[in-house]
């Protein structure tokens, strides 16, 4: 069974950092796109990075740009998304995803509150 | 950057009634990858559709979606009591990927 567990999420005031992960497992994580998409308390998704197989190439939206990074662990199956100086706006439930063709797994998302 | 527009925001209908939902894209887009969510309260999205018209593992055949170019359709024949729900549209491009604001679909 594919499944993705985001952890690290939390509070955080503004202009700090926090660095979420994504455990994965049912699946040959080196093989696949994955990403991180937000959703803020009643908003649609909002992709904000995504990472190729062998973290050669990385994209993000320009929301987060310069301020966040996108990197993976093939050997342990692992993504992970550093955020710094992070605002209000960055409040939101974090979702780690796989692309094949589509999104097509999603974890259950982390919540992080940027708050003093 | 291609923009998607979803529309109606909210659709009242009964249950076993037809839904439809559009997404409209600012330009010419790619129907490969063109893809569907739904997503209820408390949880991840779940891919509905991709490549415009290809139904997910899993996903009933009541769902079915279409269209090419910019004009793009989610349609749910008949509408069973866990379709009620936000709909997403969502497209790939340039290694990016886009999200319309959603379509709530909800019971009248």
């Known amino acids: 069974e594919v499944q993705l567990v985001e952890s690290g999420g939390g509070l955080v005031q503004p202009g700090g950092s926090l660095t979420l992960s994504c455990a994965a497992s049912?699946?040959?994580?080196?093989?696949?796109?994955m990403g991180w998409v937000r959703q803020a308390p009643g908003a649609g998704p909002e992709w904000l990075a995504n990472?190729?197989?062998?973290?050669?190439?990385?994209f993000y939206a320009d929301s987060v740009k310069g301020r966040f990074t996108i990197s993976r662990d093939n050997a342990k199956s692992s993504l992970f998304l550093q955020m710094h100086n992070v605002e209000a706006d960055d409040t939101a439930v974090y979702f780690c995803?796989?692309?094949?063709?589509?999104?097509?797994?999603w974890g259950r998302g982390i919540l992080v509150t940027v708050s003093s | 950057e291609i923009l998607l527009t979803q529309s109606p925001g909210t659709l009242s209908l009964s249950p076993g009634e037809r839904a439809t939902l559009s997404c409209r894209a600012s330009?010419?887009?790619?129907?490969?990858?063109l893809a569907w969510y739904q997503q209820t309260p408390g949880q991840a999205p779940r891919v509905l559709i991709y490549?415009?018209?290809i139904r997910a593992t899993g996903i009933p055949d009541r769902f079915s979606g279409s269209g090419s170019g910019t004009d793009f359709t989610l349609t749910i024949s008949r509408l069973e009591p866990e379709d009620f729900a936000v709909y997403y549209c969502?497209?790939?491009?340039?290694?990016?990927?886009?999200f319309g604001h959603g379509t709530k679909v909800e019971i009248k």
């Open positions: 995803a796989r692309w094949s063709a589509a999104l097509d797994y």
């Open positions: 990472i190729n197989q062998e973290e050669s190439h990385s």
């Open positions: 049912g699946f040959s994580f080196r093989n696949y796109w």
């Open positions: 490549g415009a018209s």
């Open positions: 969502q497209h790939y491009v340039n290694s990016r990927w886009t």
């Open positions: 330009q010419t887009v790619t129907s490969n990858y």
